[in-house]
């Protein structure tokens, strides 16, 4: 029996002469949950498109439950949140996550207690039309819990969330994740996704660029962050040797580099009035920025990903 | 990492009719919730109705039977093509549109269960707008057709909406919602007036007479008089199979393109 509930091998997709996704391997155990990160159009979404059979690989083979992704029996054993998804205006909230109970294959009346879980019981009875966005969000998300499926596939399942409504999304998913579900989700919210994700895989031009543990992804990108009060303009500062990204903010710029010893001997003679300067671990939203920022120069460069 | 938990949930496979339970219980909310679709195609067939029956419902037709009940077997017609060619296809663009076939489609429906519900849900809004004709047909012309002929009619006008259930499909899986009503009536019109469903065949110039023969709707009113007359329609039956035929075609070639 395979261990896996995802299997991507050599995946690449292509819209037109635009190369989506690009050679992708990503797996995911049961009871695993991956994080999948990665700037606007890094082809997160035709990824997750791919594991759920609405696209079809060219080349490569995605496997989901040991199954085929475009087969209906495969399906049932899914729960997705698309990125753009719609529902009938006319039906309620109840009635949309009974039905979606029932198309999984389970009891209509799964659909109670999934609702108390999410925190969406008040809206039961509530036209999808009449949802605010959030809601709507809520909704989608009990929808893909209530079949009890095997794997979890969510793209930007926390986007339009509240503070609230995030902290109860990121307490369910861990409970699944424990319960022995394999989650693949897709964010924006990086030190969110750090706390429950066991493995973040960042996503760049259809590549995976990286592939860590969140704690270990940090840490290789532990050394970079310098911060200062500088004159010096950011694109001379990108010029430096060792500088991968330069940011100004106010006064103050910000400079990634792994070599910070190196940056500021370049640095220290551009500018006598360079002041307050710290040097510190970068956060987890600096080392994605770093890793996927075009000026960064290390678009070609793979960090990580196991041979 | 987390330890591997055994997981057994207990799953129905294969065909579940508690599906297609679920798809036709929400087309048929979508139609109580929302009727303002719909109300026109019922409404107008049944100001029609009223209106001519009012007219000529006292006359004779040339078969001998009272114009009111001919004209019960081709406005029942009309009505149901109407219904039969409107909300099936409608429902199935704004799904798409929507998102929402996507969404059923990533869950592991089968888009025949999806398509066979939409056709299941616009059944009983045929039915009622029959019942809405005979209503008129009854308060204007008394009863003209016997309990048994009536019922004989009303279950070849159901089953005679298939092929009109399936071009409106065909139509719905590639257009827009709007472009789809559009579309199914500019046929639908055209048609009616052609196989003489509001006008007596005999009134039209001889070239439409001479396309009718073509149409389903013309057919469908055929065999439906057939019923009060007694006369055979294999014929007609014949060409109404041929026509669910190509309709299935069409559906089925725009199934193919079907972008969800
Ligand atoms: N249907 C489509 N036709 C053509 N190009 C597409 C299509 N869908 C996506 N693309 C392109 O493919 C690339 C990847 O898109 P994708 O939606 O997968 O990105 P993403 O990582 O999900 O981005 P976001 O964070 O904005 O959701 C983008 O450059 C996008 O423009
Ligand atoms: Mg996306």
């Known amino acids: 029996m395979d261990a896996r509930v995802l299997q991507i091998e050599g995946v690449r997709h292509r819209y037109g002469a635009l190369t989506a996704v690009d050679g992708v391997d990503l797996r995911v155990a049961p009871g695993e949950c991956v994080a999948l990160l990665g700037p606007n159009g890094a082809g997160k979404t035709t990824l997750i498109g791919l594991a759920t059979g609405l696209l079809a690989a060219q080349e490569g083979r995605v496997r989901v439950c040991g199954g085929d992704p475009r087969s209906a029996a495969t399906r049932r054993h899914l729960g997705v949140v698309q990125q753009t998804m719609g529902f009938p205006t006319t039906l309620t909230v109840a009635e949309l996550v009974r039905g979606a109970a029932v198309r999984a294959g389970r009891p209509a009346a799964a659909a109670g207690p999934v609702l108390a879980e999410v925190g969406i019981t008040d809206l039961a009875r509530r036209r999808s039309a009449k949802l605010s966005g959030g809601q709507r969000q809520r909704v989608a998300l009990a929808m893909a819990l209530v079949g009890d499926p095997d794997l979890l596939l969510l793209d930007e399942p926390t ?18 994740r424990d319960a022995g579900v394999g989650i693949l989700l897709t964010t924006h919210i990086l030190e969110e996704a750090a706390s429950t994700a066991d493995r973040v895989v960042v996503l760049h031009r259809g590549r995976v660029v990286a592939e860590d543990s969140p704690g270990g992804l940090s840490a290789r990108l532990a050394d970079r962050t310098l911060t200062a009060r500088s004159g010096v303009d950011v694109v001379v500062l990108r ?18 580099s792994a070599e910070p010893e190196r940056v500021l001997r370049a640095w220290l003679p551009l500018d006598d009035a360079l ?14 920025f770093a890793l996927t920022d075009d000026r960064s120069e290390r678009d070609d460069e793979t960090m990580g990903v196991p041979a | 990492m987390t330890a591997v938990v055994e997981r057994a949930v207990e799953r129905r496979e294969g ?30 067939p049944v100001l029609f109705f009223a209106l001519f029956a009012g007219i000529f419902g006292g006359y004779t037709s040339p078969s001998g039977l009272p114009a009111a009940a001919t004209m019960l077997a081709t406005y029942g017609t009309f009505t149901v093509a ?17 998102g929402w076939l996507r969404v059923k489609k990533v869950s592991g429906t089968p888009i025949a269960v999806s398509v066979a519900a939409k056709v299941i849900a616009a059944l009983p809004y045929a039915l009622l707008s029959l019942l ?56 639908l019109f055209p048609m009616s007036i052609a196989s003489g469903l509001w006008i007596p065949p005999e009134m039209l110039p001889g070239v439409v007479q001479a396309i009718a023969p073509v149409l389903p709707t013309f057919h469908l009113a055929q065999l439906a ?36």
């Not at chain 1, 969330?161 to 990121?170: G, H, K, N, S, Y």
């Not at chain 2, 679920?22 to 026109?40: D, K």
């Not at chain 2, 047909?137 to 259930?165: E, K, M, N, Q, Y």
């Open chain 1, 159 to 176: 986007a339009g969330l509240d503070v609230a409504a995030r902290r109860t999304f990121w307490q369910v998913l861990a409970r699944r």
């Open chain 1, 239 to 256: 010029g430096l040797p060792g500088v991968l990204t330069a940011v100004r903010d106010g006064e103050r710029v910000r400079v990634t």
């Open chain 1, 275 to 288: 002041g307050e300067l710290r040097v510190e671990g970068a956060g987890l939203e600096q080392a994605l």
């Open chain 2, 15 to 44: 065909f579940d009719a508690r599906v297609l339970g679920v798809e036709v219980a929400e087309g048929l909310r979508a139609i109580l919730r929302e009727p303002t679709a719909l109300f026109f195609a019922v409404l107008m």
């Open chain 2, 82 to 98: 109407t219904v039969m060619m409107v909300n099936p296809g409608v429902t199935v663009a704004d799904d798409r549109t929507r």
């Open chain 2, 132 to 187: 809405a004709i005979s209503a008129v047909s009854l308060l204007v012309a008394g009863p003209v057709l016997d309990v048994g002929t009536w019922l004989r009619l009303v279950g070849v006008l159901l089953l005679g909406g298939l092929p009109f259930a399936l071009l409106s499909l065909a139509v719905g899986f590639v257009a827009s919602s709007n472009a789809t009503v559009a579309i199914l009536n500019a046929i």
């Open chain 2, 225 to 260: 008089l057939g019923q009060l007359t007694g006369a055979g329609g294999l014929g007609h039956l014949v060409a109404l199979l041929v026509s669910t035929v190509v309709a299935a075609a069409l559906a089925g070639l725009a199934y193919r393109n079907l972008r969800v």
